[in-house]
């Protein structure tokens, strides 16, 4: 079992950035793909990233491809988030979630779910 907590989210305008935190608390953290997926107002809950448990492999969706960036740290039981060229269609709430070691693109295959950390973009 793993506990994951996000930091990082806030205000920010369109074109700008922000970085996404998640520490990880349990046993075998490389053992878990993780993921970020997020969940704007009305709509239902989209996947963004996932990094593999080596942290060899990484998934994007493709509207964030080219301006997010994720990465791991299994040393420090941390996943990073970082968001370049933010739009305002980014604006929602981002988990940070533990999943399947060989990453997923469906979130509902994560069963470990932070609180999540509201990101809002200004246009």
């Known amino acids: 079992q793993v506990q994951v907590e996000e930091s990082g989210g806030g205000l920010v305008q369109a074109g700008g950035s922000l970085r996404l935190s998640c520490a990880a608390s349990g046993r075998s953290f490389s053992s878990y793909g993780m993921g970020w997926p997020r969940q704007a107002p009305g709509k239902e809950r989209e996947f963004v990233a996932a990094?593999?448990?080596?942290?060899?492999?990484?998934l994007y969706a493709d509207s964030v491809k080219g301006r997010f960036t994720i990465s791991r740290d299994n040393a420090k039981n941390m996943v990073d988030l970082q968001m370049r060229s933010l739009k305002p269609e980014d604006t929602a709430v981002y988990y940070c979630?533990?999943?399947?070691?060989?990453?997923?693109?469906?979130?509902?295959?994560?069963?470990?779910w932070g609180q999540g950390t509201q990101v809002t973009v200004s246009s």
């Open positions: 990094i593999t448990g080596s942290g060899r492999t990484t």
């Open positions: 979630a533990a999943g399947p070691k060989y990453g997923s693109y469906s979130p509902r295959e994560y069963s470990y």
